[in-house]
């Protein structure tokens, strides 16, 4: 696998690879779906969510609702199987932007990374790191990476042994020891994260 054989120049990326499964990116269709999912289990346990999410699929004949289907289901509805008053507006969001604009999966392929992240982030409630969590597991963008992200802050703060007291000289550090990774970023952080839950 190229992206192994490319991370494993960094020695220190290379100790944590070798102790993990290989993985492997895969696209999903439905971006406005997938980013409904996301906004679902924001702050929740993959648990928790995971109810939630089955909760709000079965408010419909399909497992994949369009975007039309999800804008009928009032939001007094979406909040009596769990939903925040601010989740059920943000699905809502998410939907109608997604209508108004005409954007299709087709579309957001043909888009660079930095495209789809100041296209999608207009939405009220979708910030960049959702959608950075789109381009690696719906959209299968091998190149990214989630600087803002807790997870990946701490593991590379253990792992390069660096001072985390300053968050802005954390991630300029942090950009610069992932420029190494270039093209496959995203594996990094997957790796990164895979290291930090074990």
Same mark, same amino acid.
């Given at each position: 696998?190229?992206? !192994?054989?490319?991370?494993?120049?960094?020695?220190?990326?290379?100790?944590? $690879? +070798?102790?993990? !499964?290989?993985?492997?990116?895969?696209?999903?269709?439905?971006?406005?779906? /997938?980013?409904?999912?996301?906004?679902? *289990? /924001?702050?929740?346990?993959? @648990?928790?969510?995971?109810?939630? #999410?089955?909760?709000?699929?079965?408010?419909? @004949?399909?497992?994949?609702?369009?975007?039309?289907?999800?804008?009928?289901?009032?939001? +007094?509805? $979406?909040? *009596?199987?769990?939903?925040? &008053?601010?989740?059920? *507006?943000?699905?809502?969001?998410? %939907? /109608?932007?997604? !209508?108004?604009? @005409?954007?299709?999966?087709?579309?957001?392929?043909?888009?660079?990374? +930095?495209?789809?992240?100041?296209?999608?982030?207009?939405?009220?409630?979708?910030?960049?790191?959702?959608?950075?969590?789109?381009?690696?597991?719906?959209?299968?963008? +091998?190149?990214?990476?989630?600087?803002?992200?807790?997870?990946?802050?701490?593991?590379?703060?253990?792992? #390069?042994?660096?001072? *985390?007291?300053?968050?802005?000289?954390?991630?300029? &550090?942090? $950009?610069?020891?992932?420029? @190494?990774?270039?093209?496959?970023?995203?594996?990094? %952080?997957? #790796?990164?994260?895979?290291?930090?839950?074990?």
């Amino acid at each position: 696998m190229q992206h !192994i054989q490319h991370l494993s120049k960094d020695k220190k990326l290379k100790k944590i $690879l +070798e102790k993990q !499964i290989p993985f492997i990116l895969e696209k999903r269709k439905k971006v406005y779906l /997938q980013l409904c999912a996301s906004i679902i *289990s /924001q702050q929740l346990s993959t @648990k928790v969510a995971k109810v939630i #999410y089955a909760r709000f699929l079965n408010l419909f @004949k399909t497992k994949s609702p369009s975007a039309k289907n999800i804008l009928t289901v009032p939001p +007094e509805t $979406l909040r *009596s199987i769990g939903f925040s &008053n601010a989740k059920a *507006s943000y699905v809502h969001n998410v %939907c /109608q932007f997604f !209508i108004d604009n @005409k954007i299709t999966d087709a579309r957001l392929d043909k888009m660079s990374n +930095e495209e789809i992240i100041d296209l999608l982030t207009q939405i009220k409630g979708v910030g960049k790191w959702t959608v950075e969590m789109i381009l690696m597991f719906t959209l299968g963008r +091998e190149d990214v990476f989630a600087v803002d992200d807790l997870g990946i802050q701490q593991s590379i703060t253990k792992l #390069y042994k660096l001072d *985390s007291s300053d968050k802005k000289i954390l991630k300029e &550090n942090m $950009l610069s020891i992932s420029a @190494k990774w270039s093209p496959y970023r995203t594996y990094a %952080c997957r #790796y990164l994260w895979g290291w930090k839950d074990s």
